[in-house]
């Protein structure tokens, strides 16, 4: 059995706290026989910053390059708030997505039972929620140029950012959503502002031609950004899966995460395309963010984080075996009433970030 | 007294029957003294494709010009899917924002108490909830060039928006934003992603800079778009007054009118400068769509249209006490128990636009 090679990249705030829980359970699935693991450790985001005065160093996007799979934990924090626009600590995320190729982000929005009553929304609409955002990761307005300030003079200036999108990249979005639909409720909701913009008339057209061509057995249906926006708050329950932009899927994904009140909980997957041996690049990170206001007290939710562990597993390491098992540890744990405090909610106490990732090895 | 020359565009779907309730609430008012109108009548979207071949005519945007206030009720619907781009409905709604030079557009989020418990949020999330989201209206990638979609053969096409803001169109709306917050709970909350857009880093630095100069004694913070969209499902009470551009603005403003339950509710204002005479062209329209799935069968809720016309009656015809009138009477209806079908909820029975209509003149 060769070794999967790990790249850990903790970053910010919270993630190197999150991210040593992640590898307990790395040990730990090691330890068991599921498979071997070689870990090496990076750094990224502000992290990489104070060491690299970069936000991800030429070494490390090396490692990322070589590895079956980088685990990110989060990036960012106002102490980099000042630093030049180029070194940001996003530019190390943005970077591994775009240098790496990871086009296809899967965010899924999933209630757990045992949170309902954590979202804002009424419980019934949210109980069982099980949504997966599919964004596009590597175009649009996060990538295309010009992206510019221009000084005019008599404190005048003009910022340009622009959004790109080619045919090819929105057939080969709209396919991994297609594909992952026909595993799922087997329907798809393809979102874009197709009433002004021409990425969204262009983003309709193909997405509308690849499923009659390839997947007229999907329900395919179009929704506007901003409807979409309205209807996740009214009735999430209709979305099996969705697919959308980079920007969309950027506001989109996080409302959907913040509806089922397990935002702590949420994992997130990025994919490159496939190689001729079937393998692609990929990226795992929680899909909340660095929370430099809990950071280093040891209280933060490493749910997200071994979840995450637990997508690489089933979309990586071809384990969905061992996918399920970190799911259903994370499902037992939360069914016993183990709590951090972020999902504490009425429970009697809360427990600490260590421990919730013990809970989850015993678990297994 | 001069008259006030108000310009109605009914446009698609229920456009016309809620237009003619506001019709009903203009004679009342004008009968009452208030004030006098002279109204006029235009088409636009696929009403006025219908009729002209375009989105709207050359006359109607000449009246447009003239008119005090214009009021158009919603555009668009499936019957015109197939139109050409350029004289699609939508085409008419953007050339009436833009040649007026609308540029701000204000979104009052309201929940209305009588329906709180028609939010999907728990109550006491929504219960008083009142948000104004200030949305930049003739800017950013609605209307940057290029924008455009370009065949590069072998089956591939690139689509092209771009996004654009200068200083000075992020300065004034910003000014806009401040004030309203001085009259409101002076917190005003500017949201971008300046970490991944130019445009976005350009606001921030122009509100910021603004706030310094000229509205210290505002409460100002930096949200970014994403995290903004969670937070309104999270705890939207947060909020005062949000401050935006064109495309996070317009799914912003659709979020948060969802959260009230009341979307059938909300009217909004399209404002331009003021000239030398403190005078600005204005549009007024309801919050929601054209609806054409209940187009014709009398049972659209007008009350988003009254409102509109109430904010007409705020901002364009210099007449708070006449707007608190409507906001009051539609209040009031409502506390009376009467409901439109879209609001039934649980009460006994629904009533139609009309009745609606008549009820709240009735309640002036
Ligand atoms: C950190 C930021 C650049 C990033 C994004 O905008 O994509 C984040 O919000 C996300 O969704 O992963
Ligand atoms: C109809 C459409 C062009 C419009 C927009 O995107 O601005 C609408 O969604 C709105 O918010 O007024």
Chains 1, 2 share one sequence.
Request: hydrophobic share 45%.
């Amino acid at each position: 059995m060769s070794a999967y090679k790990i790249l850990l990249l903790p970053g910010d705030g919270i993630g190197p706290e999150i991210s040593a829980e992640a590898e307990k359970v790395i040990d730990f699935l090691g330890r068991a026989g599921v498979a071997s693991f070689e870990i090496e450790r990076g750094l990224v985001g502000g992290a990489a910053y104070d060491v690299h005065g970069v936000a991800i160093s030429e070494g490390d996007m090396a490692l990322a390059q070589a590895a079956d799979a980088v685990l990110l934990a989060a990036v960012g924090g106002p102490k980099w708030d000042g630093v030049p626009y180029d070194v940001r600590p996003e530019a190390g995320l943005l970077r591994l997505r775009k240098d790496l190729g990871l086009f296809a982000n899967l965010r899924p929005a999933i209630c757990y039972p045992a949170l309902a009553d954590a979202s804002s929304l009424k419980r019934e609409l949210v109980d069982g929620l099980d949504i997966m955002i599919v964004r596009e990761l590597t175009g649009g307005v996060y990538f295309g140029e010009p992206k510019e300030i221009t000084d005019l003079g008599d404190g005048q200036k003009r910022a340009v950012d622009t959004q790109v999108y080619e045919t090819y990249e929105i057939e080969r979005i709209g396919r991994v959503a297609f594909e992952l639909a026909r595993k799922r409720r087997n329907k798809v909701t393809s979102s874009e502002k197709a009433n002004v913009m021409k990425s969204g008339y262009l983003w309709r057209e193909v997405v509308t031609a690849l499923h009659k061509r390839e997947y007229a057995d999907v329900q395919l249906e179009h929704m506007l950004a901003d409807a979409l926006a309205m209807q996740l708050v009214r009735w999430p329950k209709q979305f099996d899966v969705v697919v959308t932009d980079n920007l969309f899927g950027d506001m989109l994904s996080d409302e959907a995460a913040m509806l089922t009140g397990s935002l702590g909980m949420l994992p997130s997957a990025s994919l490159g395309a496939a190689d001729a041996n079937g393998k692609r690049k990929a990226m795992y990170e929680p899909c909340h963010g660095s929370a430099p206001d809990i950071a280093g007290k040891g209280v933060a939710n490493p749910i997200a984080m071994i979840g995450s562990l637990g997508m690489a597993m089933r979309y990586s390491f071809d384990n969905p075996k061992a996918a399920d098992a970190i799911d259903a540890a994370i499902s037992g744990v939360l069914g016993k009433g183990l709590r951090t405090a972020d999902i504490k909610g009425d429970a009697p106490a809360s427990i600490s970030t260590r421990e919730m990732g013990d809970a989850i090895v015993a678990e297994l």
